[in-house]
């Protein structure tokens, strides 16, 4: 079982950055690919980034590619989630998940997911 917290979440202006990060409990962190997501008020929930268990591949949507970077620590066993530029169509809660297999944008293959935490992008 691997529980998640996501962190780092909050009001920024357009044009600015925050970092995100997705602590995971539970020894097997490491063999888990993870996912982040995100959801707007009145929207589906829509993928944002994946990252192999190694870190080795990473996957991004095509709204965030070249702005947002996800990586992760095994050591600490965190996930991140690097936003820059941001943009108004940015805001949304943002989730983090972990998958047992080898998903990227496919929500329903991931087992275990956050609470979520707001971000929100002022124009």
């Known amino acids: 079982q691997v529980q998640l917290v996501e962190s780092g979440g909050g009001l920024v202006q357009a044009g600015g950055s925050l970092r995100l990060s997705c602590a995971a409990s539970?020894?097997?962190?490491?063999?888990?690919?993870m996912g982040w997501f995100r959801q707007a008020p009145g929207k589906e929930r829509e993928f944002v980034a994946a990252?192999?268990?190694?870190?080795?591949?990473?996957y991004y949507s095509d709204s965030v590619k070249g702005r947002f970077t996800i990586s992760r620590d095994n050591a600490k066993n965190t996930v991140y989630l690097q936003m820059n530029s941001l943009k108004p169509e940015d805001t949304a809660v943002y989730y983090c998940?972990?998958?047992?297999?080898?998903?990227?944008?496919?929500?329903?293959?991931?087992?275990?997911w956050g609470q979520g935490t707001q971000v929100t992008v002022s124009s």
């Open positions: 998940a972990a998958a047992g297999t080898l998903a990227t944008h496919q929500a329903e293959l991931y087992d275990h």
């Open positions: 539970g020894r097997t962190f490491s063999s888990y690919r």
């Open positions: 990252i192999s268990w190694s870190g080795g591949s990473t």
